[in-house]
Nanobody, 125 residues
Framework: QVQLVESGGGLVQAGGSLRLSCAASGRTFSTMYAMGWFRQAPGKEREFVAA????????YYADSVKGRFTISKDNAKNTAYLQMNSLKPEDTAVYYC?????????????????WGQGTQVTVSS
């Protein structure tokens, strides 16, 4: 099994920055996994944010975060990151990381095999 643990969420003012981390562990986890970030705001469906393939490229972003968020992964640490800059109140959501054992970055949540418990990001205006 694979365990994913997100951290780094919190409360930030609009225009500020946060960096989310997703630490992966487990007997079957491999650096060959692709990683993704999704988010879910209250009353809304979960939506795609960013994804990165096992090798680090390509990467994909939702239009709403393109140019502001950057996804990366450190295979030596089994950790994925989401650097979030120029945050807006509409970025407020619970952010989830996910792992796809097939290694290809995907934008749909049904492509992912493992999920973290989520971390809350709140952006005040």
């Amino acid at each position: 099994q694979v365990q994913l643990v997100e951290s780094g969420g919190g409360l930030v003012q609009a225009g500020g920055s946060l960096r989310l981390s997703c630490a992966a562990s487990g007997r079957t986890f491999s650096t060959m996994y692709a990683m993704g970030w999704f988010r879910q705001a209250p009353g809304k469906e979960r939506e795609f944010v960013a994804a990165i393939s096992w090798s680090g490229a390509p990467t994909y972003y939702a239009d709403s975060v393109k140019g502001r968020f950057t996804i990366s992964k450190d295979n030596a640490k089994n950790t994925a990151y989401l650097q979030m800059n120029s945050l807006k109140p509409e970025d407020t959501a619970v952010y989830y990381c996910a792992a796809d054992r097939w290694g290809k970055a995907a934008v749909t949540d049904n492509a992912y095999d493992y999920w973290g418990q989520g971390t809350q990001v709140t952006v005040s205006s």
